[in-house]
């Protein structure tokens, strides 16, 4: 069997990639005028934030979890079609659900998923307003010390853990 922590970097890479190709196209297709910008990458942020407070599973029953580890991958197209269903076309309008978006969201779904099943469950950091941009964070586009919005959080090994990948911000411009 793999090693935790080699699961935990797996599903870090994989994390990774979804930023380097299905977030980056999901932008892409979003509106292109500078003035949408800001709301776009908010928007894709909260597609991924959202698939963490709507699955999110307070119990920790260790048999519970087991058993979802082991069940997880059949979970995955049901929660995905209700967040599609429920969620994203409350976010945006369906006629704007490009297969890049789609694909985004379900992948979104696929990893928070995981990242939840975890025992103890991976977990995001979101850097809040106005905070100072430190280790853990890198600039999105240009440079300041001075987070406006996020555009990608931290990922943690569990609650208060380390970091297994930097969180991305948009900083106020200096």
């Known amino acids: ?12 890479d994989r994390f990774t990639m979804l930023y380097e190709t299905e ?5 892409g297709d979003l509106s292109q005028e500078p ?10 942020a909260d597609i991924l934030e ?9 119990d920790t029953s260790k048999s ?4 979802r580890q082991d069940t997880a991958m059949l ?3 049901a929660i995905q079609m209700m967040f599609t269903r429920k969620h994203l076309k409350k976010m945006l309008d369906p006629e704007r659900h490009t297969e890049n978006i789609l694909s985004y969201a379900s992948k979104c779904v696929e990893l928070t998923w995981q990242f939840n099943i975890q025992s103890p469950p991976m977990c995001f950091l979101w850097a809040r307003p106005a905070q100072k941009i430190t280790g853990h964070l890198t600039v999105y586009e240009k440079l300041g ?6 555009v990608w959080p931290t990922l943690l090994t569990h609650q208060g853990g380390s970091v ?10 200096t």
Not at 1 to 12: E, G, H, S, Y
Not at 23 to 27: E, F, G, H, R, V
């Open 75 to 77: 979970s995955v197209p």
């Open 35 to 44: 003035e949408h910008k800001d709301g776009n990458i908010k928007l894709l």
């Open 64 to 67: 519970l979890r087991q058993y």
């Open 23 to 27: 977030w980056k196209a999901a932008l």
């Open 145 to 150: 010390e001075l987070v406006r919005y996020n």
């Open 1 to 12: 069997t793999m090693d935790p922590m080699d699961v935990l970097r797996n599903l870090a």
């Open 50 to 58: 959202l698939n963490v407070s709507v699955n999110v599973q307070k």
């Open 164 to 173: 297994l990948c930097k969180g991305i911000v948009q900083p106020h411009w």
